[in-house]
């Protein structure tokens, strides 16, 4: 009876957590086509992920899962991997753009982008953009929640 409740009440903090309650990832709705992304964008966040996938997958727009997101001054789009571009322990490679200039910009330095199982954004603004949080697993019994701040051309560590 005590171990019952006590996974029942460990349960409970798990999910009231604020840190993991609020992440999210990209589905198989997720798509270019859902974004409504024109092909000028398509292009343009193609673009970046070459530069920066661990791999390279026969369609950018079937590997791909995108969605709009308000990054607080400006509008945004976070991008994940799918299958390629994902781990055994459900971690994905996943990209943040904004739009500057006219033009969709990669947030995350080629070199740093994340592999992570969820995402959140905000409350936390930095010099106007969200603070972008994730959450990885490292391994079966444990996961690693890093945040991100913009600095004023990337997000960084903090």
């Known amino acids: 009876m005590k171990l019952g409740a006590?996974?029942?009440?460990?349960?409970?903090?798990?999910?009231?957590?604020?840190?993991t309650s609020q992440m999210h990832n990209l589905g198989s709705k997720d798509t270019f086509a859902a974004a409504r992304l024109s092909a000028k964008e398509i292009q343009e966040i193609v673009a970046e992920v070459e530069q920066s996938?661990?791999?390279?997958?026969d369609s950018w727009e079937r590997e791909l899962r995108v969605r709009r997101v308000d990054l607080g001054t400006s509008p945004g789009i976070i991008v994940q991997g799918s299958k390629l571009l994902c781990g055994g322990t459900g971690n994905c490679q996943t990209w943040v753009f904004r739009k500057a200039g006219g033009k969709l910009i990669s947030l995350m330095a080629k070199d740093q982008v994340p592999i992570a199982e969820g995402f959140s954004l905000g409350p936390n603004l930095t010099r106007g953009i969200k603070d972008f949080s994730i959450s990885a697993n490292t391994s079966a019994d444990s996961g690693k929640n890093?945040?991100?701040?913009?600095?004023?051309?990337?997000?960084?560590?903090k």
């Open 146 to 157: 890093v945040t991100y701040k913009f600095d004023g051309n990337f997000y960084r560590t």
């Open 53 to 57: 996938a661990y791999d390279t997958p």
């Open 6 to 19: 006590l996974l029942i009440l460990n349960a409970v903090l798990v999910c009231a957590s604020p840190a």
